[in-house]
């Protein structure tokens, strides 16, 4: 059975991309100041699909190439395709985001970007009504630590909301071996929360009595208080002449709730050569407040990304 989770797919993966491009075209712009824009090829692969933290029974192992521009104003373009392994369409998915990255501080940077998401037909990853996403977000680096807190939210049939707060340091390590290369360590810790929507189910028991066959509860026309057969209208008891009657209803309504979805924990190894950049990268993801259906289970993820930069 698909969940929430399966059904939206990669739609959220453009959140990877936020602040990369602020990154290299800052980066760039230091390096180089006559030219207008940069662009970015990038291909990256990974042995199994994931979408904060929740995943699948079966593994969807893909690679990702994508293009990207990046003008020296911050206005950004990417376009990304999509293709797991084991599957029918050439294209499992396929994203087109437009976004803008700037600093409000020298240590505050902020980054918005909208996307557009199209699906192969006989991707498993497919939902229909998840077709936009906007974005945002906010990182401040406070020399020992660097945080971001990103937003995101889904157009669709089914509007939801996600947050993922993320520490992260940048290590470099050349140093210690003197070593001319640039390369590092990027140890990332990260929490996600989001809305999940559900059905509950609340079953109410009522209980009334009635007046049992053959007896008088007070409903004859006179109430029964002068019936000459019962004085003083009937028993004295007022539990004769009456039956309990008990009737269960069930209602069943959709909930939704924003709560904790998934830690993490993501220690990337970056290589810089010339225009090139390598990151092979461990991460390790533990999804929490699972609802009925949902399969996911912690497990390790390993990723390679490559991007030339030109």
Do not use: C
Not at 12 to 35: C, I, K, N
Not at 45 to 56: D, I, L, M, Q
Not at 172 to 194: E, H
Not at 225 to 234: C, E, H, I, S
Request: cysteine-free; hydrophobic content about 35%; charged content about 20%.
């Amino acid at each position: 059975m698909k969940t929430f989770w399966t059904r939206i797919g990669l739609t959220l993966l453009p959140l990877l991309l936020l602040g990369t491009f602020s990154v290299q075209a800052e980066t760039a712009a230091e390096s180089d100041t006559t030219r207008i824009g940069w662009w970015v090829l990038g291909m990256e692969a990974s042995n199994n699909s994931s979408f904060f933290g929740r995943n699948t029974a079966t593994r969807y192992p893909y690679v990702a190439p994508s293009v990207t521009y990046v003008h020296r104003t911050g206005l950004w373009a990417s376009v990304s395709a999509y293709q797991l392994f084991n599957t029918e369409d050439y294209i499992d998915q396929l994203d087109m985001t437009l976004g803008y990255s700037f600093k409000l501080r020298k240590r505050l940077e902020v980054d918005l970007a909208y996307s557009h998401f199209t699906f192969g037909k006989h991707t498993p990853l497919v939902n229909a009504s998840t077709t936009d996403a906007l974005l945002a977000k906010t990182a401040y680096d406070w020399k020992y630590v660097y945080t971001s807190l990103t937003g995101s939210y889904i157009i669709g049939s089914g509007n939801d909301v996600f947050t993922v707060l993320e520490n992260s340091r940048f290590i470099p390590l050349n140093p210690i071996w003197k070593g001319i290369i640039p390369v590092g360590l990027d140890p990332k810790v990260s929490i996600t929360a989001g809305t999940q929507r559900f059905s509950e189910t609340h079953t109410a028991t009522t209980t009334r009595k009635k007046a049992a066959s053959g007896g008088s509860s007070g409903g004859g026309p006179l109430g029964g208080v002068l019936d000459p057969l019962k004085p003083g209208g009937g028993s004295s008891n007022p539990e004769d002449g009456t039956t309990e009657e008990t009737t269960t209803t069930t209602t069943t309504t959709n909930v939704s709730r924003f709560r904790v979805l998934n830690y993490e924990l993501k220690v990337p190894l970056v290589v810089y050569y010339g225009s090139f950049e390598f990151e092979p990268s461990w991460r390790y993801a533990i999804p929490v407040n699972k609802i009925k259906g949902d399969e996911s289970r912690a497990q390790s993820f390993y990723t390679l990304s490559v991007k030339y930069t030109f």
